[in-house]
């Protein structure tokens, strides 16, 4: 099992920043890929951004890209996410993902997540 605790969120105003954090404990060998999602009210989960285990392989939301970064450091077993030019549109609750399975095109980095965290919300005024 791998146990994930994201941070960071709060309420910011449109073109503001943020870093999420998402540390992980307990099993860490199976957080091989690990991703971010968001869920706005009234909405399901989408993706926003993936990551490999050695940070060489990315992938963002076409929503996101440009504006957002992902990074890891596996040292302290904890992943980021940079927010620039924050819109109203961003806010939702972001969710920090993990999987065991490597950077492979199928299943893709989308997708087949094991392990979740609890949120943190993120909120943009305009």
């Known amino acids: 099992q791998v146990q994930l605790v994201e941070s960071g969120g709060g309420l910011v105003q449109a073109g503001d920043s943020l870093r999420l954090s998402c540390a992980a404990s307990?099993?860490?060998?199976?957080?091989?890929?690990m991703a971010w999602f968001r869920q706005a009210p009234g909405t399901g989960r989408e993706f926003v951004a993936a990551?490999?285990?050695?940070?060489?392989?990315?992938d963002y939301a076409d929503s996101v890209k440009g504006r957002f970064t992902i990074s890891r450091d596996n040292a302290k077993n904890t992943v980021y996410l940079q927010m620039n030019s924050l819109a109203p549109e961003d806010t939702g609750v972001y969710y920090c993902?993990?999987?065991?399975?490597?950077?492979?095109?199928?299943?893709?980095?989308?997708?087949?997540?094991?392990?979740w965290g609890q949120g943190t919300q993120v909120t943009v005024s305009s």
């Open positions: 993902a993990a999987r065991p399975l490597g950077w492979y095109p199928i299943p893709g980095p989308r997708t087949g997540y094991d392990f």
């Open positions: 990551i490999s285990r050695s940070g060489g392989s990315t």
């Open positions: 307990g099993r860490t060998s199976s957080s091989n890929t």
